[in-house]
């Protein structure tokens, strides 16, 4: 009789044991915390990434990647577009009509011309490292001899205001005179009797910014 107490109290001590030891090990893993370990890393990763790429990103903006322009674009299209410039596969080339920059036959500027020429010396300004042509053209009334002159004379008017009015360093231009060998339009109309009015268009010089592009 005394061992049946003490048998049936050492079962239920074993059976006591049992349990807490199972129960233990549930409560700490139900009592852990997830794993941390791949989160954090994920977060830190991309952090990591935004942080780099964010500077890129400014800067790509400010020197005009990804089709934002910089204030020296913007403005140099403003005075291109007022100018009536064209774009051409070597530049953009701004075209200045006789009757504001010279009387005819001659090659004196005139005062009137002082606003088309600040224009273009401020693009020229703005695009400082694009090389500069100017081109001298006449109508075909004259010899050859005496149309070369006058557009050389004229070109070269053109490109002293711009140095001497306006400080363009004269080492990024260059002048050149033409004559009547490349006319925008026919000098004469299809029955070939004069055309004034092709014959105005002609006479002109031209600015050509090397490299710029509208």
């Not at 964010?54 to 005075?79: L, N, Y």
């Not at 577009?81 to 006789?98: F, M």
């Not at 010899?143 to 140095?163: E, G, H, K, P, Y």
């Not at 001497?164 to 005179?177: F, K």
């Amino acid at each position: 009789m005394r061992r049946r107490p003490a048998l049936a109290a050492g079962l239920l001590l074993n059976l006591l044991v049992g349990c807490s030891s199972d129960g233990s090990d549930a409560d700490r893993v139900a009592a852990s915390p997830p794993s941390t370990t791949t989160s954090s890393t994920t977060v830190r990763s991309e952090i990591e990434i935004n942080t780099d790429s964010g500077p890129g990103i400014t800067s790509q903006v400010q020197t005009g990647g990804g089709g934002a322009k910089t204030s020296v674009e913007i403005r140099t299209e403003q005075i291109l577009s007022q100018l009536g410039a064209t774009p051409t596969a070597t530049g953009t080339v701004i075209t200045l009509d006789e009757r504001v920059l010279f009387d005819f036959g001659r090659a004196d500027i005139k005062p009137q011309s002082s606003t088309s020429l600040a224009q273009i010396a401020e693009v020229v300004k703005l695009n400082a490292t694009a090389p500069v042509l100017i081109r001298g053209h006449t109508d075909a009334i004259g010899d050859d001899a005496t149309n070369d002159d006058l557009s050389r004379r004229r070109a070269q008017a053109v490109l002293s205001q711009l140095v001497d009015t306006h400080g363009i360093n004269p080492a990024r231009l260059r002048s050149e005179g033409v004559g009547k060998r490349q006319p925008l339009v026919p000098n004469t109309r299809s029955d070939g009797s004069d055309d004034p009015g092709g014959r105005e268009k002609n006479r002109r010089v031209e600015v050509v910014l090397e490299g710029v592009r509208r």
